[in-house]
């Protein structure tokens, strides 16, 4: 399937076309139209014109160009005719499907896949020391293993050769060139090493931050989402804040914390955090981790779904399986459906239908339902008491005194090695117990204490 769009001739942007090559009978999350209407928002984020796309669908990827060989001659044709600057693949490519795919479509059209895009995203918004950190070393990962292409402009000095080194180097051009390869490959090899230092000093710095947030005893609740469901301009409405928030993906890269004062006068923290996006490339995730372990840390998450957009359910269900990858699904949370207010009368009564309990639909621009979001997390946090057995070892002396501190003991039992714990504790709570929910007794019981 193709198709080329009208050419905006009035604008100066670099033209782009789309590719989607997927395979038969593969168990996609989105349909091809809608994951090629991300990829193009994506590529509108970045700046670019989209004046064309192709799709596929292939049994298994061509070794050599990822697509068949017959879409190859006919995406050529047509980013020819559309005078495309950029290939854009919606999947990631291998180097060498990268390097064949350049060779075939000529030095003037460059062939970048989501993944590249996305990182090329997350450079441009990228504002803060620790933002650009990340991004950083999620480009020189992804870029190292694809070096090689950048040589080959070596084999077209040598002239054919002969012999039996054959034309691929050449006499006194094959050492060089792999000198120089070698030398990038440790160039950026030593300054991933670097990021990754400096990442880790963010790391500790934040762990401080949870540290003495917990000595605070205030439950952190963190935003998640897909990118652009609304996560900033929720924070704005909820905290009184003017954090930067748009209607573009991604907008929002770095981490926000603000104070949240609850009904009753109870005090929270509230962390907006990146976008969640379906393929999200796991150089980010790995760049990103220490970002992303604010979400383990959450006592509670708002799991924000734009309920105005039409792959909706598909976005929380995105949303869930990165939850799965960073061990945060068994966090307490709400399902919070943003922008109703875009919604007719007629489909706002059934809403929550298809989505995860508890789940409440509001609107951050005209604030109807914030008031009832306000008062769920409120119960949540501090009202609702759940019931849990916990068998923690004699060092998780900080556990054991916040389970005196701020839950209800009905039995300790005193073990060897662990100490039991039979109550019930605030809902906020929960995920820092979840390591030691349930396990077993080791040894004899000494004493129990009925409470």
């Given amino acids: 399937m193709s198709k080329i769009m009208v050419e905006n001739t009035t604008g100066k942007k670099e033209k782009a076309f789309l590719v989607s090559v997927t395979l038969r009978n593969s168990d996609q999350l989105f349909s091809v139209e809608d994951s090629l209407l991300e990829l193009e928002r994506l590529a509108q984020t970045a700046g670019l014109e989209i004046v064309g796309q192709l799709s596929q669908q292939i049994n298994k990827p061509n070794p050599m160009t990822f697509m068949g060989s017959g879409k190859v001659d006919e995406l050529k044709a047509l980013v020819e005719e559309t005078m495309s ?3 854009i693949f ?10 064949e795919l350049n060779r075939i479509m000529g030095q003037n059209v460059r062939i970048i896949d989501r993944t590249s895009l996305i990182l090329d995203i997350f450079a441009q918004h990228a504002k803060t020391k620790e933002g650009m950190l990340q991004v950083e070393l999620a480009q020189y990962q992804y870029y190292l293993p694809r070096l090689t292409g950048a040589w080959t402009h070596l084999t077209r000095q040598s002239g054919g050769g002969g012999g039996r080194s054959g034309g691929v180097g050449g006499v006194g051009l094959r050492g060089p ?11 950026i090899g030593k300054k991933i090493r670097y990021l990754n230092f400096e990442i880790d000093k963010i790391k500790k710095h934040r762990n401080l931050h949870r540290i003495n947030r917990k000595k605070n005893n205030l439950p952190n609740i963190i935003l998640i989402g897909y990118t652009n469901s609304g996560k900033s301009t929720i924070l704005n409405k909820l905290t009184n804040s003017n954090v930067y928030a748009a209607d573009q993906l991604f907008a929002t890269l770095d981490p926000t914390t603000r104070k949240l004062e609850l ?14 996006i379906e393929q999200l490339p796991t150089s980010l995730v790995a760049a990103f981790r220490a970002t992303l372990e604010e979400i383990a840390d959450a006592d509670l998450l708002l799991n924000i779904v734009d309920i105005s957009h039409p792959n909706a359910h598909d976005h929380e269900r995105s949303v869930q399986k990165t939850l799965e990858k960073l061990d945060s699904s068994n966090i307490p949370s709400i399902t919070v459906l943003n922008k109703i207010d875009k919604l007719t009368d007629n489909s706002i009564m059934n809403i929550t239908d298809g989505f995860s309990e508890p789940c409440i639909g509001i609107s951050a621009v005209s604030g109807k339902g914030i008031p009832e979001l306000l008062s769920l997390i ?3 946090l501090f009202e609702t008491m759940v019931p849990i057995k916990v068998s923690l070892p004699y060092d ?5 005194s916040l389970f005196h ?4 003991i009905e039995q300790i039992l005193n073990e060897r090695k662990f100490t039991t714990i039979i109550g019930r504790i605030p809902g906020r709570l929960v995920a820092q117990f979840q390591k030691w929910n349930e396990n077993e007794v080791d040894g004899d019981s000494v004493d129990v204490i009925n409470y």
Wanted: charged fraction near 30%; proline fraction near 4%.
């Fill in 378 to 380: 409120r119960n949540i």
């Fill in 177 to 187: 060139g792999e000198t120089q390869l070698e030398l990038d490959r440790r160039s």
């Fill in 85 to 87: 600057d950029i290939i």
């Fill in 263 to 276: 009904p009753g006068g109870y005090i929270s923290l509230l962390t907006d955090t990146v976008g969640f």
């Fill in 90 to 99: 919606d999947d990631e490519l291998n180097p060498r499907h990268q390097r």
């Fill in 405 to 408: 501190e701020s839950g209800q």
């Fill in 396 to 400: 998780q002396g900080y556990l054991i």
